[in-house]
């Protein structure tokens, strides 16, 4: 049985006001996992937006693993060492990003082109931890299958049981898929059987049956993380654990507030309209919205605050007429 849910990192979307947003509005999830911060050279400085993401005066009532984005060992170090200077126990690396600049740069899902490579930092690493008495400090990933193909697999799987990571998250897409096409379960199945660390599933979950099925198919997962699932039902990890499922009136609430916090944080209209549209197009498949799709589209077709609040008005307005049928 799945026992936690995660909720996954997506980049500017899940910042510390939208996280803190969240859990005050919902119940269920166990950990939250931070947008990856880029790890910095010693003399370096963290962007002011990294710092107020992770510092935990904005992450008080909620469990938050830092994730770094590096494939420099002594990178990570430094920015591990910064991340334990404010308490945090537990970091994650991040071999997940799909993004093509990261990918380039042997960084994200692109790191896992190298095994050779990603096998020396994950020693240095560790040694490095060793070296400066913070052995207790746990090492967790996120990981796809491969960046290409799945050619290194097996290799990769030899590399993570060959350290002491304390969780593998394993999204089991190539990084090249982006969000493309089905997850493999083959890969996956892959590692479940092969791989010695605690195992979190991640793609695709957009409804507790998902969560159930991971959990019949593979009993000794204990974690699933959810992002983009997480945006499409609010409630989901709630409504896993027992709760109340999604209504329609706090659904309204939670995109009213975001919206409100983007437009602070993006100080620009046009910008906020964009992360709103994002949002909503993961929304869309909600069975909440089957009636709601042509007013989504005109939602995702608004050019100003005043064209997306109508059609916004629009969307709910159709689903309370739905809910309110015999």
């Not at 334990?84 to 799909?98: A, R, S, T, V």
Request: proline residues 6%; charged residues 30%.
């Amino acid at each position: 049985m799945i026992d936690k849910i995660y909720f996954a990192p997506l980049e500017d979307v899940t910042g510390f006001r939208f996280r803190n947003l969240y859990n005050s509005m919902f119940s269920g999830v166990d950990i939250f996992f931070n947008p990856f911060i880029s790890a910095v050279c010693r003399e370096g400085r963290h962007k002011k937006r990294e710092e107020e993401d992770v510092s935990p005066e904005n992450n008080r009532d909620l469990k938050l693993i830092p994730q770094i984005l590096t494939n420099d060992p002594g990178d990570f170090l430094n920015t591990a060492a910064w991340l334990i200077d404010m308490g945090y126990k537990e970091i994650n690396l991040n071999l997940g990003c799909p993004s093509k600049d990261v990918a380039a740069k042997k960084r994200g899902s692109g790191f896992l082109s190298v095994p050779d490579r990603l096998d020396r930092f994950f020693e240095e690493v560790f040694n490095g931890l060793r070296a400066a008495g913070h052995e207790d400090i746990s090492i967790s990933v996120k990981t796809r299958t491969g960046y290409r193909d799945t050619g290194n697999m097996g290799r990769l799987i030899e590399i993570f049981n060959r350290y002491p990571l304390s969780e593998v998250t394993v999204h089991p897409r190539l990084g090249r898929d982006f969000y493309r096409g089905e997850p493999d379960m083959e890969a996956f199945k892959r590692f479940y059987e092969e791989i010695r660390h605690p195992l979190v599933y991640n793609g695709d979950i957009a409804a507790v049956e998902d969560i159930n099925e991971i959990g019949n198919k593979y009993p000794g997962v204990s974690a699933v993380m959810i992002g983009r699932g997480l945006i499409g039902n609010p409630a989901l990890a709630r409504e896993y654990k027992g709760g109340e499922p999604l209504n329609p009136e706090e659904y309204r609430l939670f995109f009213r507030n975001i919206y409100k916090i983007y437009r602070k944080e993006l100080n620009a209209d046009k910008y906020a309209l964009d992360k709103m549209k994002e949002l909503w197009g993961w929304a869309k498949d909600n069975p909440m919205f089957r009636d709601s799709h042509r007013a989504i589209r005109s939602l995702l077709r608004a050019k100003n605050p005043a064209e997306y609040e109508y059609a916004k008005q629009m969307v709910f307005r159709t689903v309370i007429s739905y809910k309110s049928k015999p």
